[in-house]
């Protein structure tokens, strides 16, 4: 299976972790991809608050580069670029006056035929769970992981088609045929804070504190995230929440895919974790893994 690759922004530098970890998972399973060659950033958050066309035609223009590739399918891990491509294929599909002035800011005619895929996606429904367990090589069993989605995968469903839009499972699945227990808790979806936890540091810690209480509370070992801001609000920030708060948080936060790449027989040194804030070698030793 062939598909181009979207890394965005941020797994060229503060996710770099994530993309380490996803191109292992991907090379372990055979899987083919390529980086879009002359990707652009996706917008994110400031082109859709700045211009509703500029939010459009960014994404349009990547995926007009997998068009001109030959691909069909773009993987894209980054759960914040996957939103924002979404939103471009479904905006552009219902709107023939959008699509044509994104052509000609692009300067290109773009097709809308490629599929934006999720990496969680293609483990499970390309490669299939059942070839994913024949290259297991490490169980991840007795570790407790909740899996926090964020709030851009899921929503809204009608753009994502990602899983359950409330309360999603296929990274608890996927996590649970290599061994490990993820746990039912509350906050899958909920907002960590974003960005605002830059510009409204204290608003973001009052969302984080109510998902570090939770996890902790249902006797979580770690975090296992999709989304690179939300490993970096959740990894950097318990130390603040626990001076506010007299908390004691000190929880690995892990990308799905570096518990994945681990099960696949990774070692702590073909992994990123020296890029963490929490430490997630007491994981490692206790469960023996990496």
Not at 15 to 28: H, L, P, Q, T
Request: net charge negative; with cysteine.
């Amino acid at each position: 299976m062939s598909y181009s690759y979207y890394p965005g922004c941020s797994l060229h530098s503060t996710g770099a972790e994530y993309d380490v970890s996803i191109k292992f998972v991907f090379k372990k399973l055979g899987i083919e991809f390529e980086e879009i060659k002359g990707w652009n950033c996706c917008g994110t958050t400031p082109a859709h608050c700045t211009s509703k066309y500029l939010s459009i035609a960014l994404p349009a223009r990547n995926l007009k580069l997998v068009e001109d590739s030959g691909n069909s399918k773009v993987a894209v891990p980054c759960a914040s670029c996957f939103s924002r491509l979404k939103r471009a294929r479904y905006e552009i599909s219902q709107d023939k006056e959008l699509a044509q002035k994104v052509n000609e800011i692009i300067e290109a005619d773009f097709s809308n035929t490629v599929d934006v895929i999720h990496p969680l996606d293609i483990i499970k429904n390309d490669i299939g769970i059942d070839r994913l367990k024949e290259k297991m090589e490490k169980s991840l069993s007795g570790i407790r992981v909740a899996c926090y989605y964020g709030c851009l995968m899921t929503r809204p469903p009608e753009v994502t088609e990602f899983d359950n839009c409330e309360y999603p499972v296929i990274m608890d699945e996927i996590l649970s045929e290599m061994g490990a227990e993820p746990i039912d808790w509350g906050y899958k979806t909920d907002c960590c804070g974003a960005s605002f936890s830059i510009s409204r540091i204290s608003s973001s810690l009052k969302l984080m504190s109510k998902i570090f209480k939770d996890v902790a509370s249902r006797g979580a070992d770690c975090i296992s995230v999709a989304c690179p801001l939300c490993h970096a609000n959740l990894d950097t920030r318990q130390e603040d929440i626990n001076n506010a708060e007299g908390t004691k948080y000190s929880i690995p936060v892990f990308y799905f895919s570096e518990l994945l790449a681990l099960a696949l027989g990774a070692k702590k040194g073909d992994l990123a974790f020296r890029k963490h804030i929490i430490d997630p070698s007491v994981i490692l030793q206790q469960y023996d893994i990496g």
